[in-house]
């Protein structure tokens, strides 16, 4: 996958990969209240547009991520599939 310059992020894909293939896997609500716990408030529309690459994630953002999906910040920054 080449990255687009129109991208605000290059985890997206990532993040609903990681979601899709959590045993069970996890909703989008389910990573928003994850992630609430860990003090980032985000809604549903926010978490779709991460995965869309249309909301940027910042640097802060992305061990909470992370650890909300049980995967390392590494594989969240990897390219491709």
Not at 4 to 15: A, E
Not at 34 to 42: D, I, S
Request: aromatic share 4%; charged share 30%.
């Amino acid at each position: 996958m080449i990255f687009s310059m129109k991208k605000k992020n290059v985890i997206g894909t990532r993040v609903r990969k990681a979601r899709k293939a959590a045993k069970p896997p996890i909703t989008q609500l389910d990573l928003v209240a994850r992630l609430g716990l860990q003090k980032m408030k985000v809604d549903q529309s926010i978490i779709s547009k991460i995965e869309n690459g249309t909301r940027p994630v910042y640097d802060y953002e992305l061990p909470k991520i992370a650890r909300a999906l049980k995967v390392t910040v590494g594989w969240l920054l990897e390219r491709g599939g």
